[in-house]
């Protein structure tokens, strides 16, 4: 006889939408879903080549793995941590002295990138340890990176998972330290001991790889070095122009009229004259306001930039960043980077340039418009004053035209658009505007899905991408013995193909006002 605890098999309560129809006929987890699938299939962390990876997975990887802890909070999924974390696992084996090809602990010579993948990493020790220690004494489903890698360790628990990713971080991140890429003043540098300091975005990884890891580790070199840059961000910038004899002195974030900040692409770097005959010192750096300048932060650097006032906002309890700060960043977007059209800026400061971008220094309009994505977050601050602009209505307006319900990647859709993605879907979350479909899955470990409004479970729906635990090659969503699912919504549909081992324990919470079920 089949036995398994099942608490309510189904339960109905029909919801009027009316106030929310339009954006729950979005949907933006299953589209994250098939783009994330498309985007790691393009990528190959598994099975890329040491020689040509660095890229990958510093612009493209490190940003994926980012989004994978939004989609946990916001879903309860944990096959979101599973992905980061036999990625993560694959991406370490390509590290040069594991795959040996050097003895440097390293993926590649531009520097940046380094710090990206090591953000990315320092990120994933800070959740587990300081946000979710719940997860730590979870047992780990036996996925072939677990137990078959190339540093010969088998992870049984999230806590030994955990502590390994903590030990290769601080490997890489202390290497760095000791080759002369930091300096006290100026922060992280392009090569050893440099004269002058990495242009804003660049430092980005770098910050965050010290901050997530001076709270896990209480590292006073790890801290000192976050709260540093923390001072670099919301500082001056202050030199001298030799060939003028003028003084530059402003902030790093500039204000616009509209009370939103704007900055220039270096930064708090300041380039190097190149005319020997200024005399110079080690504790001397001469720059021209004229190459500082040169370029305004465009959209789509802008966006990961604000990774870090982000990260100080919302884990350090004494931050650079205030809500204030927040809510001028967020004007960035909303009155400087819209230009109140469906269109979008290139420009931090609501122009079109002059950008640097690798492609082009005077890029047309809505050129980097795909990034708007990765401005998500920022819709947390929406309706905080009743006469500005909202972020969500803005981005979900340019999704619901250029992003949604594709077959294939939407044009320049890449890595922080993938977190982005994963942000708005939370956006959306929040705001109780889901109706949530779901494919084919084999569920091997206790999950929750939980889901704030229509949950359908269609198992043999043909346009859904069976991407979680391992591939159920039949059309069926089963749940194994002995795995514990809750299914959480207001309201649940599990439709034929739906299927529960002997044994399993299946859970259906009604999330409606007046507890109706059936």
């Known amino acids: 006889m089949r036995r398994f605890v099942f608490r309510t098999l189904f339960f109905s309560f029909f919801i009027q939408c009316h106030a929310f129809c339009q954006d729950s006929t979005l949907h933006i987890k299953e589209d994250y879903d098939r783009y994330n699938k498309l985007l790691v299939d393009r ?19 490190s940003h994926i793995l980012d989004g994978y802890f939004t989609m946990y909070e916001t879903t309860g999924d944990k ?3 599973y992905r980061f974390m036999t990625q993560s696992i694959c991406m370490l084996e390509n590290r040069h002295d594991v795959a040996g090809l050097s003895t440097e602990p390293r993926w590649g010579d531009i520097t940046y990138e380094e710090g990206y993948i090591l953000g990315a990493f320092a990120r994933g020790t800070h959740f587990f340890f300081i946000e979710h220690p719940e997860l730590l004494s979870d047992s780990l489903y036996p996925f072939q990176q677990f137990s078959q890698n190339a540093f010969n360790v088998t992870f049984h628990t999230v806590r030994a998972y955990a502590t390994w990713l903590l030990q290769q971080t601080k490997v890489s991140f202390d290497w760095l330290i000791q080759q002369g890429y930091w300096n006290d003043q100026l922060g992280f540098l392009g090569s050893p001991n440099a004269n002058q300091a990495l ?66 692409h270096m930064g708090w770097r300041v380039k190097p004259v190149r005319a020997p005959l200024f005399k110079r010192n080690k504790n001397t750096v001469y720059g021209s306001v004229t190459t500082y300048m040169d370029f305004i932060e465009d959209m789509s650097h802008g966006a990961v930039v604000l990774y870090m006032p982000w990260m100080w906002y919302r884990y350090s309890k004494n931050p650079p960043f205030d809500s204030l700060d927040m809510q001028r960043f967020r004007r960035t977007f909303t009155y400087n980077l819209n230009d109140g059209s469906g269109q979008f800026y290139n420009a931090v400061n609501g122009t079109d340039g002059p950008i640097s971008d690798n492609y082009c220094t005077s890029c047309a309009r809505n050129y980097h418009a795909m990034k708007s994505l990765m401005y998500a977050s920022f819709a947390s601050f929406d309706t905080i004053e009743s006469n500005d602009v909202d972020v969500y209505p803005l981005i979900e307006s340019y999704y619901q035209k250029e992003v949604a319900g594709l077959s294939t990647l939407p044009k320049g859709y890449c890595c922080g ?85 002997a044994g399993a324990d299946v859970e259906v919470k009604s999330t409606s006002s007046n507890g109706t079920r059936k």
Not at 43 to 61: R, S
Not at 465 to 491: H, S, T
Request: net charge positive; glycine share 8%.
């Open 43 to 61: 990528y190959k962390p598994c099975l890329i080549g040491t020689a040509n990876d660095h890229t990958v997975f510093g612009d493209g990887m």
């Open 199 to 264: 242009i804003i975005n660049m430092q980005v990884g770098f910050a965050r790889c010290a901050f997530f890891l001076g709270q896990v580790t209480q590292s006073g070199n790890y801290i000192g070095m976050a709260n540093r840059l923390g001072m670099l961000c919301k500082g001056q910038v202050q030199f001298t122009d030799p060939t003028k004899k003028t003084v530059y002195s402003a902030p790093v974030f500039q204000l616009t009229k509209n009370d939103a900040y704007w900055w220039y």
């Open 79 to 81: 096959d979101y941590l």
């Open 417 to 501: 658009m993938n977190k982005g993605h994963a942000e708005l879907v939370e956006q959306q979350w929040k705001r109780g505007l889901i109706e949530l479909r779901m494919g084919p899955r084999l569920l091997v470990y206790n999950q929750l899905f939980s889901v704030p409004g229509t949950l359908r479970i269609e198992p043999e729906a043909p346009d859904l991408v069976p991407y979680a635990e391992p591939l159920n090659p039949a059309k069926k969503f089963e749940v194994k013995a002995g795995i514990k699912a809750v299914f959480k919504a207001e309201e649940v549909h599990l439709l034929p193909g739906v299927e529960f081992q």
